[in-house]
């Protein structure tokens, strides 16, 4: 198994609601399974170590914990057990911690400039480190100079968003993308098949054949995709990505598919039905099943 780039971005939470925490997660056992990307932070320093702060976490305990590269579900629930500072300020004051973080100018300028971004107030650490995750694995496929590629799930979670505040638009093009290259991870749907990527397109007002072909022709970065999505949608002002934000939050699976899901994630809460984080969820299940079809590192 190649290195992995860990898809979930900072501000992504989990059913607990904690920023950051489903990334630590992951990087964690990427780092126990041998594959974590070269680069990233697996232990107690930088936002990890936030994190375990700001929930009262032992350092030592936790990482040991996720040593044994549990379940997402698992470690939320030994998070539950073990933190001690996990009230509803306590989250909401360090997941805004984690959202306002800023990177040195130094830092955020190199980002910048890897990333493709050339507004110089863009600093937050958040979107820069989402945008460089993104564009690392978009190299790496770019590499593979129309060799196979191995199928990839696509981690990247529908509350993610890039420098225009949209969510599902990285997703969208992340999927579109690991298709363009053959490596979509099976089961897994982008544009037509997708009914969420046709909700999306069709509520901010974009061509989804042209954005697919798009994609599938010039294969772009994620920040040449998003201005290229920003010149030709039609809904895409603050004010419509406030609303389509809210709506994509409040938006809820059909309850077949939410059945299924709850089923292979072991939910027994017959109402839930939520479409971002269950796709969340699932994306992870996955990750870790493939994971720990290997030994440990």
């Known amino acids: 198994m190649e290195k992995m780039v860990p898809l979930i971005g900072m501000t992504v939470k989990g059913p607990l609601g904690v ?8 990087k964690a056992v990427l780092e126990a399974s041998g594959v974590l990307a070269d680069g990233y932070i697996p232990d107690n320093a930088g936002m990890n170590k936030v994190v375990m702060t700001g929930l009262g976490l032992d350092p030592d305990a ?3 914990y996720l040593g044994g590269r549990p379940t997402y579900a698992a470690f939320e629930m030994w998070v539950r057990e073990h933190a001690t500072q996990l009230d509803a300020a306590s989250i909401a004051a360090l997941s805004a911690k984690v959202g306002s973080h800023q990177k040195p100018p130094e830092g955020a300028a190199q980002a910048r400039t890897r990333a493709g971004v050339g507004d110089e107030s863009v600093r937050g650490a958040a979107l820069l480190n989402s945008l460089d995750d993104w564009a690392t694995l978009h190299e790496a496929l770019a590499a593979q100079n129309g060799r196979p590629a ?6 990247v979670s529908t509350q993610s968003t890039g420098v225009l505040g ?20 099976p089961d897994w749907r982008s544009g037509t098949d997708s009914p969420l990527d046709m909700w999306f397109c069709e ?23 998003e201005a290229w999505v920003a ?7 603050p004010f419509d990505i406030g609303n389509h934000n809210a709506a994509l939050q409040k938006r809820e699976k059909p309850e077949h598919v939410a059945a299924h ?6 939910i027994d809460d017959p109402n839930y039905r939520p ?5 969340d969820l699932v994306d992870w299940h996955t990750v870790h099943a493939g994971l720990t079809q290997r030994a440990p590192a």
């Not at 920023?19 to 992951?26: G, N």
């Not at 509520?203 to 772009?220: K, S």
Request: aromatic share 10%; proline share 6%; charged share 20%.
């Open 150 to 155: 191995a199928p990839i799930v696509p981690a």
């Open 166 to 185: 949209l969510m599902h638009l990285p997703r969208f093009w992340m999927k579109a993308t690991l298709a363009a290259y053959g490596a979509l991870y």
């Open 19 to 26: 920023a950051h925490l489903p990334r630590f997660w992951l």
């Open 231 to 237: 010149g030709r949608a039609t809904r895409v002002s």
């Open 203 to 225: 509520a901010i007002g974009l061509d989804l054949d042209a954005a697919i072909a798009h994609v599938r022709a010039e294969r772009p970065t994620y920040v040449a995709f």
């Open 275 to 279: 479409s971002m984080e269950l796709n």
């Open 261 to 266: 899901e709850r089923e292979l994630l072991g």
């Open 62 to 64: 936790t990482l040991a």
